[in-house]
């Protein structure tokens, strides 16, 4: 039976036929590798995830993780299915899958690292967010901190005996951070090494993963500020350092210690990702007394004052994960309403209504078909997105010349924001579609695309606000290095018109790409256009009033070139041959991409012109006027 996580089919496409990930394994980190040892993986997350992680997704939704007074402070229960589930991905040696040897890992690639977390994400994202939140941790120790925090913290993050959190916000500080209060005061002892050690105390907010009993240790990466010689707080981000702070002490032999000042306050109850534990932390109020004084214990990570700098290690790679999120659960959504429309009965054709002939699947009349279309277009091309974003990650890393690895960063700094926002917004319109395709039992709590849809919501707040990204794709990254960033964008999607334009003439399908193409290339000019004429405008507030609608743009006309990118090779296919299932396959590939040219693309037009207009109707809006 086909899967109703992701389609494997489509796996094997995206990454063996169009992102060619068989071909990194000539390079030094992944020569051990082979289409053999990721299809292994692969197989081995989609079991996991089929038997351990998606059976329970629903059950950790509706009994959600509950605080309990425990002997000194509150703690959280959570279902015992997290825990079998997340045992088996740690036995299977998954958390350091993209690791190297030494620590632990498989060294594979981040594409195929990608498509395995995509399956666990598929099959519950509450249960996976434990993991990828920990690995998330780690990777930013590993870029950031000691060797010996990579000793202490790091390795037995990668064995599963520690997860770990970041923790940002707080109660009045969300998206600006530059407003935090948590504090960290130099303490004169000193920690394991020689390190200098903090004391911390404040509050953080929404702190996904942040009380549970999954693990025996939980490393906190923490936003603080060190105060100034006068002791008082520096205002804005200069005085924003980054500190471990465990829950327990880890002592010299990697035991664990006495229990550190971090404590929970209580749980905030999110409309989705209930069964992920989501907390009100406060820092050293005084539950307990590590080292016998007050203020939660914290080691500082890299040089005073670069906690956002650092931070943004994680951050960063959190926002492609978020993405991936969205498009897997906008992907899953899909698969769902796909297979209840083939199997669902109801109602006849508008020519033939006789009501003694049998009723229709509703696959059969034309609106369902056109919202799974919908679907199939938002979800795979989101996919597709997240799959090049991971592949230009691997580029950045492992790439033969300087050149390369750079023109590979420059690619990922621009779409980044685009990685996070575009799969946020679209594949929750994919999860509505699921629901309203499958009726009125859509709407129910007894079918699975209700819960999609509300865990997919969050994923427009998760790593920054739509808002956030808009300003940052329209107010730094097309600005960035005089224009390096866009123009390797646009660079990028040029080879791709000039690919799909000079497809082999005598195939019927080359038309239609290259109308495609035209299209694609005309959007490109006219984007380019409307950027330096915000830029123009001479009034930042201007330039930036309208800049989510700036970021919706450009995503779609990103996620056309993904979609041209997969058009062009499922054409080649089908004229060399291609038969059966698989021109099957690739027909629903080129019809899923005629839809978003015809249907999503021209939508664009109408924000371009908005936006060449500077229209100021939102920025010039008073608060007197609501």
């Known amino acids: 039976m086909q899967s109703k996580l992701l389609s494997r089919r489509d796996i094997d496409f995206l990454l063996y036929e169009w992102l060619d990930v068989e071909a990194l394994n000539q390079r030094p980190r992944f020569q051990d590798h082979s289409r053999e040892t990721f299809n292994a993986a692969i197989d081995t997350a989609e079991q996991i995830a089929t038997d351990l992680f998606a059976p329970h997704n629903k059950k950790s939704d509706l009994q959600e993780p509950h605080a309990v007074p425990g002997e000194h402070c509150l703690e959280v229960k959570i279902i015992p299915e997290v825990k079998a589930a997340l045992d088996a991905y740690v036995g299977a040696g998954l958390l350091a899958a993209g690791q190297d040897y030494e620590l632990g890992g498989m060294q594979l690639p981040v594409t195929v690292e990608k498509v395995l977390a995509a399956y666990f994400t598929a099959a519950n994202v509450s249960t996976t967010s434990y993991l990828f939140l920990t690995i998330g941790n780690a990777n930013t120790l590993l870029k950031t901190g000691t060797p010996e925090q990579v000793r202490r913290y790091v390795r037995p993050m990668f064995e599963g005996r520690f997860f770990g959190t970041m923790c940002l916000s707080e109660p009045q500080a969300g998206s600006s951070l530059s407003d935090i209060t948590t504090r960290a005061d130099a303490d004169p002892v000193q920690g394991l090494d020689g390190e200098r050690q903090y004391r911390l105390s404040g509050n953080k907010m929404w702190i996904s993963a942040g009380e549970h009993d999954l693990a025996g240790n939980i490393v906190h990466l923490v936003l ?9 707080l520096i205002p804005g981000v200069k005085g924003i350092s980054l500190f471990i702070v465990p829950k327990f002490l880890v002592n010299e032999d990697g035991t664990l210690g006495e229990r550190n000042d971090v404590v929970l306050a209580g749980l905030n109850h999110k409309m989705g990702n209930r069964g992920t534990s989501n907390c009100l932390l406060n820092f050293g109020e005084g539950k307990f007394k590590p080292q016998g004084k007050g203020g939660a214990i914290g080691y500082l990570v890299g040089n005073p004052h670069q906690g956002l700098a650092n931070m943004f290690h994680m951050m960063n790679e959190a926002r492609i994960g978020v993405g991936a999120g969205a498009a897997v659960l906008g992907y899953t959504g899909y698969l769902h309403s796909l297979d ?5 009965p109801q109602g006849r054709h508008p020519a033939a209504k006789d009501p003694a002939q049998p009723q229709l699947p509703i696959m059969a009349h034309t609106d369902v078909r056109r919202m799974l279309l919908a679907q199939k277009a938002y979800s795979e091309g989101a996919l597709a997105l997240v799959l090049y974003s991971s592949r230009l990650v691997d580029e950045q890393q492992t790439a033969a010349t300087p050149e390369a690895r750079e023109h590979a960063g420059r690619l990922l700094d621009f779409l980044t924001p685009i990685t996070k926002s575009w799969p946020s917004q679209w594949c929750v319109e994919a999860n509505s579609l699921a629901i309203q395709v499958h009726g009125g039992y859509g709407y129910t709590r007894e079918y699975n695309v209700e819960q999609f849809y ?11 606000t739509h808002g956030i990204h808009g300003l940052d794709l329209l107010g730094r990254k097309v600005a960035m290095q005089d224009g390096a960033l866009f123009k390797a964008l646009a660079g990028q999607v040029r080879k791709t018109v000039d690919r799909a334009a000079s497809a082999n003439p005598q195939h019927a399908l080359s038309a239609e790409l290259r109308v495609q193409a035209d299209a694609l290339a005309a959007a490109l000019r006219r984007i380019t256009h409307v950027t330096q004429a915000l830029y123009a405008a001479g009034d930042m507030n201007k330039t930036l009033a309208n800049a989510s609608t700036y970021l919706e743009a450009m995503g779609h006309i990103v996620v ?6 997969q058009a062009v090779v499922a054409a080649g296919a089908l004229a060399a041959g291609a038969a059966g299932d698989d021109a099957n396959f690739y ?4 019809q899923a991409c005629r839809y978003f040219f015809r249907w999503e693309l ?12 500077i229209d100021t109707t939102t920025l010039d809006m008073q608060d007197a006027w609501f």
Do not use: C, F, T
Request: hydrophobic fraction near 35%.
């Open 224 to 232: 603080a500020k060190i105060p100034g010689a006068d002791g008082k």
């Open 587 to 590: 027909q629903g590939k080129l």
């Open 560 to 565: 056309a070139w993904m979609w041209l990118e």
């Open 602 to 613: 021209p939508k664009v037009q109408q924000q371009l012109e908005l936006l060449e207009s």
């Open 340 to 344: 209840y429309a083939r199997n669902r």
């Open 454 to 464: 509300r865990d997919n919501r969050l994923n427009a707040i998760h790593e920054g």
